[in-house]
């Protein structure tokens, strides 16, 4: 199993990026996906998830409005499309897929914004 995300960088407070994770390794249709995020110091948080299907998405607070979790079955990935981004935006960003019980992460993509 191989979640490999990518698509992080430096930018500045209002710019925009888009990360994708490329799975291989299982059924990534039958999977539920996610991004999760974390900065220096603190514990790992939600960002956003989409439904096998991508019927349906979900937001933390402060994802909602400004990024938008998609993803693409026959291409095995998932994307974070993140617009007008804040500095408290910094750290880094990693892939999740679950199908109960299973769950996988990927490696991590280093998102950092500058004031």
């Known amino acids: 199993v191989q979640l490999q995300a990518s698509g992080g960088g430096s930018v500045q407070a209002g710019d925009s990026l888009r990360l994708s994770c490329a799975a291989s390794g299982f059924t990534f249709s039958d999977y539920g996906m996610g991004w999760f995020r974390q900065a220096t110091g603190k514990e790992r948080e939600f960002v956003a998830a989409?439904?096998?299907?991508?019927?349906?998405?979900y937001y933390s607070d402060s994802a909602k409005g400004r990024f938008t979790i998609s993803r693409d079955n026959a291409k095995n990935t998932v994307y974070l499309q993140m617009n007008n981004l804040k500095p408290e935006d910094t750290g880094v960003y990693y892939c999740?897929?679950?199908?109960?019980?299973?769950?996988?992460w990927g490696q991590g993509t280093l998102v950092t914004v500058s004031s």
């Open positions: 989409v439904t096998w299907s991508g019927g349906s998405t």
């Open positions: 999740n897929a679950v199908r109960f019980p299973s769950a996988y």
